[in-house]
């Protein structure tokens, strides 16, 4: 197995926090410093996941969680004029929105990232929480939106 990459930690951490300030409503400036401070260069359970996460690239976490919140509005309309006809952002499942609007984010702010990095990466850390279907709907849907943000 090839070694995880500091860039690939940073995103699912990013999706993690994300999430994370979805659900609890605590914010982006709290969430950064949490995982800084508690989750980067500790075991946080799991086999091999502390191992994972001391190696994350936490100047790029801390961009994508940063740039998701301050440019939200711009993501989020990227994202849902990729949405079927009549869904809402809001009908997504928590994570599914979290893992589109980084992936999004990357997508339109983060043009030295290779667009097919950026699908690849974000589909993998959607298979890492979603079973059925919701991978290859995270990857039509950023790879319209790449087709959108990089013309």
């Given at each position: 197995?090839?070694?995880v990459?500091?860039?690939s930690?940073?995103?699912?951490?990013?999706v993690?926090?994300?999430?994370?300030?979805?659900?609890?409503?605590?914010g982006?400036?709290?969430?950064?410093?949490e995982?800084s401070?508690?989750?980067f260069?500790?075991d946080?359970g799991?086999?091999?996941e502390?191992?994972?996460l001391?190696?994350?690239?936490?100047?790029?976490?801390a961009?994508?969680?940063?740039?998701?919140?301050?440019?939200q509005a711009?993501?989020d309309?990227?994202?849902?004029?990729?949405l079927?006809?009549?869904w809402k952002?809001e009908?997504?499942?928590?994570?599914a929105r979290?893992?589109l609007?980084a992936?999004?984010?990357e997508?339109?702010?983060?043009?030295d990232?290779?667009?097919?990095?950026v699908i690849?990466e974000y589909?993998?850390?959607?298979k890492?929480f979603?079973?059925?279907p919701?991978a290859g709907?995270?990857?039509?849907?950023?790879?319209a939106?790449a087709?959108?943000a990089?013309?």
């Open positions: 197995m090839s070694r990459q500091p860039r930690v940073a995103r699912l951490a990013a993690q926090a994300l999430y994370q300030m979805e659900v609890s409503g605590v982006v400036d709290t969430v950064v410093r995982f401070e508690h989750r260069d500790r946080v799991g086999e091999g502390g191992d994972r001391a190696q994350a690239d936490e100047t790029f976490f961009d994508l969680a940063k740039g998701v919140v301050s440019r711009e993501v309309k990227a994202i849902v004029k990729r079927a006809s009549g952002l009908r997504l499942d928590a994570t979290a893992v609007r992936g999004a984010y997508l339109l702010h983060r043009p990232v290779p667009t097919e990095v690849n589909v993998e850390i959607a890492s979603f079973e059925g919701e709907f995270i990857n039509g849907a950023l790879d939106i087709r959108d990089r013309v």
